[in-house]
């Protein structure tokens, strides 16, 4: 990871989403290598995929996952909403939610309904935070917000932008047959997945490994990636590079036919 450190001057608030299943585990590797390295003002946690429909998002992800690995999820998270109101100290093994990450890292902690608010506008710059770091917030960031902090908000996509561009990047690019999945650390437009890109790395699909695990790994590698491009900005030697755009792929939530075609490849949700 290099000798250099954060700078501790350098303020950084978090935009993310409540998800104990799969974001958890960026914020987990993130807080445990690098919590005494910068100043991470808050984390701001919007509702799980923010706006969408609870039905439209069950139904999908049953179709994804299939009725018992649905259930599988469902049990995670419960399990998880159960114990995460204990108190664990930072050396804790794991953790159980976002807040309580917080709490054990003395950061502060706040839900929000939409960043693009006039109270949560006001907020950035009543903090003075540097920098804001998306991290799957479910929200598109509006011009008022992107240009609030003076560094501006960087976004981790889990794909080699431009090229899968949009929704469950990791599932497109196993339907695809990559043989590796990326990662892009990017400035953010206000178009979806646009802007220069800071760091692009790619991860190697392992044989047989399931969507469940492969998002999981790649979520902890992102956070060792997020330092790196944190370190550069606080350095003041971070290379930006134009992506072409006019080559971009954009992708949706996958249909039910490709759903069973991503089946019938041997390919496993979970």
């Known amino acids: 990871m290099g000798s250099h450190s954060l700078t501790s001057a350098m303020k950084i608030e978090f935009l993310t989403q409540e998800d104990p299943l799969y974001i958890l585990p960026l914020f987990e590797e993130f807080f445990r290598n690098y919590a005494g390295e910068c100043e991470v003002v808050r984390v701001s946690c ?3 995929m923010g706006n969408r429909p609870r039905v439209q998002m069950v139904r999908e992800l049953t179709a994804l996952y299939g009725l018992l690995g649905f259930t599988r999820l469902l049990w995670r998270v419960a399990w998880s909403h159960l114990l995460s109101s204990q108190k664990l100290e930072r050396r804790a093994n794991r953790f159980f939610s976002l807040a309580q990450l ?3 890292f003395g950061v502060d902690y706040f839900t929000v309904d939409n960043p693009n608010s006039p109270d949560f506008l006001r907020g950035i710059k009543d903090r003075n935070s540097d920098l804001i770091v998306s991290v799957a917030c479910p929200f598109i960031l509006k011009k008022p917000l992107l240009s609030a902090p003076p560094l501006g908000c960087i976004n981790i996509h889990h794909a080699p932008l431009p090229r899968y561009k949009g929704m469950m990047p990791t599932f497109w690019q196993l339907y695809h047959g990559e043989r ?3 990662l892009t650390v990017h400035y953010m437009g206000e ?3 646009e802007g220069d ?3 692009q790395e790619s991860l190697m699909v392992e044989p047989g490994e399931s969507l469940d695990r492969l998002i999981c790994r790649s979520k902890r590698h992102a956070a060792h990636c997020l330092a790196r491009v944190l370190r550069q900005l606080a350095a003041g030697s971070v290379e930006k590079r ?5 080559k971009g792929t954009y992708f949706t939530f996958p249909t039910v036919a490709q759903i069973r075609e991503f089946q019938k490849r041997g390919l496993r949700a979970i």
């Open 242 to 246: 134009s992506l072409d755009h006019e």
């Open 180 to 182: 590796t999945v990326g």
């Open 46 to 48: 919007c509702r799980t």
């Open 102 to 104: 917080c709490r054990a």
């Open 191 to 193: 178009k979806l997945d």
């Open 197 to 199: 890109a800071l760091l």
